[in-house]
């Protein structure tokens, strides 16, 4: 500080030498006394060196008040303040700029101290865990919820990803479900991976939630859905046959027989024999759900199966749409069976009609969209389409869109079905990755 002050002495005394020596050099070749020569020159360099001291005590005051100014701004300390001044002199107008930076930056600071408040209490009454992991996949981070995990929660930050159990979460999709030990606890996690830079290095940021309570419910309703559903049937079937097998044992005790008894018994056992062939019919379809296989990949011409289900359908003549050569990678048969359970469908509803049926297909985002069209009634709702056993068809067994649905979706696509917006009938969409190669 005190070099910097001697070099803004010495220009400031610079800066006047030149004037001083000249105005002291004209004084003293004017012609004047020599006593009136020496005040006149002695005056000069006394009002040189007061106009000097001036400068620099004015200037070293600015700098100096300036100088703390930042030094408050880069401590962090944005509630310091400097005297206004008037901004026709620069020096104000530098001070001026500065406390409204310094207000600027005060305003920006609380703001980021309410968001970072934020952050943490949510971070902390989430109940999915959050974990920060370095670029050496190291735990920088953990809430609350992440540390109810481990049964000591105390030393988790700086343990490796792998020595926490989390080390293939760090790889592979960021978004998926996986199957995780943590601290010796089995359970199906949702995860999400992302990433962030913290001073300037790469972290990754996992989000677990556990999804294994979620599932247990659904598998839980859906069992008892099913039971339901099974018991209604077994019901529909076993009611009638008691009843008549109750009633075929009054008429044969009878003593005589009634003149029609064979009569009622045939037409009796007929009803228990049809009785007895929907609760097969029943049981054959829950056994198809249950056994529906894994699907054999291999390259599939779309636009060839398309068409070979097209020529099976025998009521009706459909309608194919020519469309762009396409493949697939899937299960043949699988898909096949698709569009058959899809085309009969429209086939059905077009023939109470007297309709037509279309087929056409197309590339879209990356999948092959083949959409089935006919022109029946429409459906009146279609909440209920792919609940199991639920048909709005009075001979109809209510799994085909659901098996439909369960094979695409085990090829990573799709099946919906909607009422056309422009015309009279659905259509129904069946949607298929297409092949990357």
């Known amino acids: 500080m005190t070099k910097r002050h001697g070099r803004l002495t010495g220009?400031?005394?610079?800066?006047?030498?030149?004037?001083?020596?000249?105005?002291?050099?004209?004084?003293?070749r004017s012609g004047l006394e020599p006593t009136s020569r020496y005040f006149l020159v002695g005056s000069l360099v006394a009002t040189w060196l007061l106009l000097v001291l001036i400068v620099r005590t004015q200037t070293r005051y600015h700098l100096r008040t300036l100088?703390?100014?930042?030094?408050?701004?880069?401590?962090?300390?944005?509630?310091?303040?400097?005297?206004?001044?008037?901004?026709a002199d620069p020096f104000g107008e530098v001070i001026t700029e500065v406390n409204l930076l310094a207000q600027t930056l005060r305003q920006q600071r609380v703001e980021d101290l309410e968001a970072t408040s934020l952050v943490r209490e949510v971070m902390a009454e989430i109940d999915v865990a959050?974990?920060?992991?370095?670029?050496?996949?190291?735990?920088?981070?953990?809430?609350?919820?992440?540390?109810?995990?481990?049964?000591?929660?105390?030393?988790?930050?700086?343990?490796?990803?792998?020595?926490?159990?989390?080390?293939?979460?760090?790889?592979?999709?960021?978004?998926?479900?996986?199957?995780?030990?943590?601290?010796?606890?089995?359970?199906?996690?949702?995860?999400r991976r992302g990433s962030f830079r913290q001073?300037?290095?790469?972290?990754?940021?996992?989000?677990?939630?556990?999804?294994?309570?979620?599932?247990?419910?659904?598998?839980?309703?859906?069992?008892?859905?099913?039971?339901?559903?099974?018991?209604h049937e077994l019901n529909n079937s076993l009611a009638p046959i008691t009843s008549l097998a109750g009633?075929?044992?009054?008429?044969?005790?009878?003593?005589?027989?009634?003149?029609?008894?064979r009569s009622d018994l045939g037409s009796g056992l007929q009803v228990i024999a049809s009785r007895v062939q929907a609760l097969n019919r029943f049981m054959g379809d829950c056994s198809r759900l249950a056994k529906l296989p894994d699907p054999t990949i291999s390259p599939v011409n779309i636009v060839t199966s398309i068409h070979n289900v097209a020529k099976l359908e025998k009521q009706l003549s459909v309608i194919v749409d020519e469309g762009p050569p396409t493949m697939v990678d899937g299960d043949q048969d699988q898909l096949e069976q698709v569009m058959i359970n899809l085309l009969r469908n429209a086939v059905e509803a077009s023939l109470e009609t007297n309709g037509e049926v279309r087929v056409r297909w197309e590339s879209e985002a990356?999948?092959?969209?083949?959409?089935?069209?006919?022109?029946?009634?429409?459906?009146?709702?279609?909440?209920?389409?792919?609940?199991?056993?639920?048909?709005?068809?009075?001979?109809?067994?209510?799994?085909?869109?659901?098996?439909?649905?369960?094979?695409?979706?085990?090829?990573g696509g799709s099946v919906t079905v909607r009422n056309r917006e422009r015309a009279r009938g659905c259509e129904a969409i069946l949607r298929i990755p297409e092949s990357q190669d």
Request: proline residues 5%; glycine residues 10%; charged residues 20%.
């Open 199 to 231: 001073h300037g290095r790469p972290n990754h940021l996992l989000v677990l939630s556990d999804v294994s309570r979620a599932l247990q419910a659904e598998e839980l309703a859906a069992w008892k859905r099913l039971i339901r559903v099974i018991g």
């Open 11 to 28: 220009l400031v005394l610079l800066t006047g030498l030149i004037p001083t020596i000249a105005a002291g050099y004209l004084i003293w």
């Open 366 to 411: 990356g999948f092959v969209k083949v959409v089935i069209s006919d022109e029946g009634p429409g459906l009146p709702d279609s909440v209920n389409l792919f609940v199991p056993f639920f048909t709005t068809k009075p001979s109809g067994s209510g799994i085909g869109l659901f098996l439909s649905r369960q094979i695409a979706e085990a090829h």
């Open 130 to 191: 959050v974990f920060a992991f370095d670029a050496s996949n190291r735990l920088r981070q953990v809430n609350a919820a992440g540390e109810e995990l481990f049964r000591d929660a105390s030393d988790l930050v700086g343990k490796s990803a792998s020595a926490l159990g989390l080390a293939g979460c760090l790889v592979g999709l960021p978004a998926r479900t996986v199957e995780l030990e943590i601290d010796g606890s089995k359970g199906r996690w949702e995860m």
């Open 67 to 87: 100088s703390n100014l930042l030094a408050a701004l880069r401590e962090g300390d944005y509630s310091f303040r400097a005297r206004q001044v008037s901004r």
């Open 247 to 261: 009633s075929l044992e009054r008429v044969v005790d009878q003593d005589p027989l009634p003149e029609d008894w």
